[in-house]
């Protein structure tokens, strides 16, 4: 399972320009980037150096003076500033520069940048590539940073997309929209202006006992040049790991939100035991439903909070997200762990040609937190395919965290075919990257979940435990007076007491709960439950998936 430090990384990115180097800059007289001899490129050729790749043994990237990439920790990297002035596209053509990043101890390996002379029409159609010229001059950087011991750094560690430089929102110098840094990993800010979850290129063998996980990395970004006036970047990449090769061409809009349409060509090198397409990885420590007596002083900390679903046969899935317990079980029993001794939940969502499915963080208000990092503005995620995936599922994995730093649940498809060297996979989708759903429901939608001891005040169950949840919105805001929805509940074992609905008792509007008591859970294995509301033959909610640890 991959770390990402997350708090870590986000405030690189907050506070790149924000120094005292920044008025220097702003100053400072316009510079070119230096640019390579052209050499021929096209996305049929970058298709054919990936298969080509991936027939040929895997050469790792070379990473020069390691000992001293390796000193750039977080601080230091955070001190290191590309000077705007010598941004990609700085002064056009198209309204968004690109800047580029120092490399580090968490991103070393070298990264080649190259800018095309032309925007490519189609896949058959051909320009000229040239590469952006690593040079350490492009970074402004203290005086004590090891930065500059390096004597024969490469390349860049990755790159970013600044706001637009004729629009009337944030400052294109100090404020950028999405940021590809570090293996295989990007991101992308929301509506509310936030970075938070990551997306990642390819996953090999994530969250598994018996296999090592693989980071492939982004080795090569192509650049187009924008049609001007465009909201659009278009970026190829090569991509590179043991496992396999891959072509990416990324088109980018930035409109309230970020859009993201993904074009990939992937080559196996050799069999891959876990093979995961289009992921993501985000945190999630505790919410109230899970919140134990003084863990944190915030009642939440979470960039998402649930996976949605929306399958192949229609129906709406959400699931909220845990983190598995490492205490003990009662019973002498641990629950499954990872390499690292900690405990893992995979669960896995069948579905056959998928319309969408996401990390979605529902919770957004700011007494939810508490925090001044805001949570409830952290972007969700959500990916919908556009082409046939076929049959697979949606793997989930969720990892003990005790803290926020580092990202602990990933979600993917993994198609149902074995991953055999050899074979290649053709996949095109969109990433949506805004606060909410991109495709609005009728169906009520699951709000809140609750879980605490069984039975009543005063006549409390042993071994019984009463769960909340919580919907809002369809067809409940218009329920005759005197009536109330019917909750179907299915656990994969044990036995629901005391199933009731009623309007949650703050007033408010199409707000309903569910409640039942879960008892006679024999073992440690996980509970499947599934509930919805109905009314008559009507589906009047989506369906709550839980998937409960018994303690």
Same mark, same amino acid.
């Given at each position: 399972?991959?770390?990402?430090?997350?708090?870590?990384?986000?405030?690189?990115?907050?506070?790149?320009?924000?120094?005292?180097?920044?008025?220097?800059?702003?100053?400072?007289?316009?510079?070119?980037?230096?640019?390579?001899?052209?050499?021929?490129?096209?996305?049929?050729?970058?298709?054919?150096?990936?298969?080509?790749?991936?027939?040929?043994?895997?050469?790792?990237?070379?990473?020069?003076?390691?000992?001293?990439?390796?000193?750039?920790?977080?601080?230091?990297?955070?001190?290191?500033?590309?000077?705007?002035?010598?941004?990609?596209?700085?002064?056009?053509?198209?309204?968004?520069?690109?800047?580029?990043?120092?490399?580090?101890?968490?991103?070393?390996?070298?990264?080649?940048?190259?800018?095309?002379?032309?925007?490519?029409?189609?896949?058959?159609?051909?320009?000229?590539?040239?590469?952006?010229?690593?040079?350490?001059?492009?970074?402004?950087?203290?005086?004590?940073?090891?930065?500059?011991?390096?004597?024969?750094?490469?390349?860049?560690?990755?790159?970013?997309?600044?706001?637009?430089?004729?629009?009337?929102?944030?400052?294109?110098?100090?404020?950028?929209?999405?940021?590809?840094?570090?293996?295989?990993?990007?991101?992308?800010?929301?509506?509310?202006?936030?970075?938070?979850?990551?997306?990642?290129?390819?996953?090999?063998?994530?969250?598994?006992?018996?296999?090592?996980?693989?980071?492939?990395?982004?080795?090569?970004?192509?650049?187009?040049?924008?049609?001007?006036?465009?909201?659009?970047?278009?970026?190829?990449?090569?991509?590179?790991?043991?496992?396999?090769?891959?072509?990416?061409?990324?088109?980018?809009?930035?409109?309230?939100?970020?859009?993201?349409?993904?074009?990939?060509?992937?080559?196996?090198?050799?069999?891959?035991?876990?093979?995961?397409?289009?992921?993501?990885?985000?945190?999630?420590?505790?919410?109230?439903?899970?919140?134990?007596?003084?863990?944190?002083?915030?009642?939440?900390?979470?960039?998402?909070?649930?996976?949605?679903?929306?399958?192949?046969?229609?129906?709406?899935?959400?699931?909220?997200?845990?983190?598995?317990?490492?205490?003990?079980?009662?019973?002498?029993?641990?629950?499954?762990?990872?390499?690292?001794?900690?405990?893992?939940?995979?669960?896995?969502?069948?579905?056959?040609?998928?319309?969408?499915?996401?990390?979605?963080?529902?919770?957004?208000?700011?007494?939810?937190?508490?925090?001044?990092?805001?949570?409830?503005?952290?972007?969700?995620?959500?990916?919908?395919?556009?082409?046939?995936?076929?049959?697979?599922?949606?793997?989930?994995?969720?990892?003990?965290?005790?803290?926020?730093?580092?990202?602990?649940?990933?979600?993917?498809?993994? /198609? $149902?075919?074995? +991953?055999?060297?050899?074979?290649?996979?053709?996949? %095109?989708? #969109?990433?949506?990257?805004? @606060?909410? *759903? =991109?495709?609005?429901?009728?169906?009520?939608?699951?709000?809140?979940?609750?879980?605490?001891?069984?039975?009543?005040?005063?006549?409390?169950?042993?071994?019984?435990?009463?769960?909340?949840?919580?919907?809002?919105?369809?067809?409940?805001?218009?329920? /005759? $007076?005197?009536? +109330?929805?019917?909750?179907?509940?299915?656990?994969? %074992?044990? #036995?629901?007491?005391?199933? @009731?609905? *009623? =309007?949650?008792?703050?007033?408010?509007?199409?707000?309903?709960?569910?409640?039942?008591?879960?008892?006679?859970?024999?073992?440690?294995?996980?509970?499947?439950?599934?509930?919805?509301?109905?009314?008559?033959?009507?589906?009047?909610?989506?369906?709550?998936?839980?998937?409960?640890?018994?303690?």
């Amino acid at each position: 399972m991959s770390f990402l430090n997350r708090r870590h990384f986000m405030g690189t990115l907050a506070t790149l320009l924000a120094s005292p180097f920044f008025t220097r800059l702003a100053q400072a007289e316009p510079d070119h980037l230096d640019l390579g001899p052209g050499t021929a490129f096209s996305w049929e050729g970058l298709c054919a150096e990936a298969r080509k790749r991936a027939q040929q043994p895997y050469a790792p990237p070379l990473s020069p003076d390691a000992a001293i990439v390796d000193r750039i920790d977080w601080d230091a990297h955070s001190q290191i500033h590309f000077k705007m002035d010598h941004a990609l596209f700085a002064d056009g053509p198209g309204d968004y520069a690109i800047a580029f990043f120092h490399p580090g101890k968490f991103f070393p390996f070298p990264v080649k940048m190259y800018r095309l002379d032309q925007p490519l029409e189609n896949e058959h159609a051909r320009t000229e590539a040239r590469e952006v010229l690593f040079d350490r001059h492009l970074f402004d950087m203290p005086e004590h940073s090891p930065a500059r011991e390096l004597s024969h750094p490469s390349g860049f560690a990755g790159f970013r997309i600044q706001e637009s430089r004729s629009g009337s929102g944030p400052d294109w110098r100090s404020n950028d929209w999405a940021a590809f840094l570090g293996a295989s990993y990007f991101r992308a800010i929301g509506d509310e202006y936030q970075y938070g979850l990551s997306a990642r290129g390819v996953s090999v063998n994530t969250g598994t006992q018996d296999q090592k996980e693989e980071f492939p990395l982004f080795t090569h970004f192509y650049f187009a040049p924008p049609q001007p006036g465009s909201r659009e970047v278009s970026v190829y990449a090569l991509l590179d790991g043991p496992s396999l090769s891959g072509a990416y061409h990324f088109t980018l809009t930035r409109n309230k939100a970020v859009l993201m349409d993904v074009q990939a060509e992937l080559f196996l090198r050799r069999d891959i035991a876990h093979f995961g397409l289009a992921p993501m990885t985000s945190m999630y420590w505790f919410s109230d439903k899970d919140k134990t007596f003084q863990e944190d002083w915030r009642p939440q900390v979470h960039d998402s909070d649930g996976l949605s679903l929306w399958t192949g046969s229609n129906e709406h899935i959400w699931r909220p997200l845990i983190n598995p317990s490492n205490a003990e079980n009662p019973k002498g029993s641990h629950p499954p762990t990872f390499e690292w001794g900690l405990p893992i939940e995979v669960s896995h969502f069948s579905d056959e040609n998928p319309k969408g499915f996401g990390l979605i963080q529902r919770e957004r208000h700011f007494d939810q937190y508490l925090d001044a990092v805001h949570y409830e503005r952290r972007p969700s995620l959500w990916i919908e395919p556009l082409n046939a995936w076929g049959k697979g599922t949606v793997r989930l994995v969720e990892l003990h965290t005790t803290e926020e730093l580092y990202d602990n649940v990933v979600a993917m498809w993994v /198609p $149902a075919a074995p +991953a055999r060297a050899g074979s290649r996979h053709s996949l %095109r989708y #969109r990433l949506y990257w805004q @606060a909410d *759903e =991109p495709f609005a429901t009728t169906l009520a939608r699951c709000v809140g979940t609750g879980i605490g001891r069984g039975g009543e005040p005063g006549h409390r169950l042993p071994g019984v435990h009463k769960f909340e949840v919580v919907f809002q919105g369809g067809e409940l805001f218009h329920l /005759p $007076a005197g009536s +109330a929805p019917e909750a179907v509940i299915t656990p994969s %074992r044990g #036995r629901i007491l005391s199933a @009731a609905t *009623e =309007p949650v008792p703050n007033g408010q509007p199409g707000l309903w709960r569910a409640l039942f008591d879960l008892a006679e859970v024999k073992g440690s294995d996980p509970v499947e439950i599934r509930l919805y509301l109905k009314r008559g033959n009507d589906t009047l909610s989506e369906t709550w998936l839980y998937h409960y640890l018994p303690t």
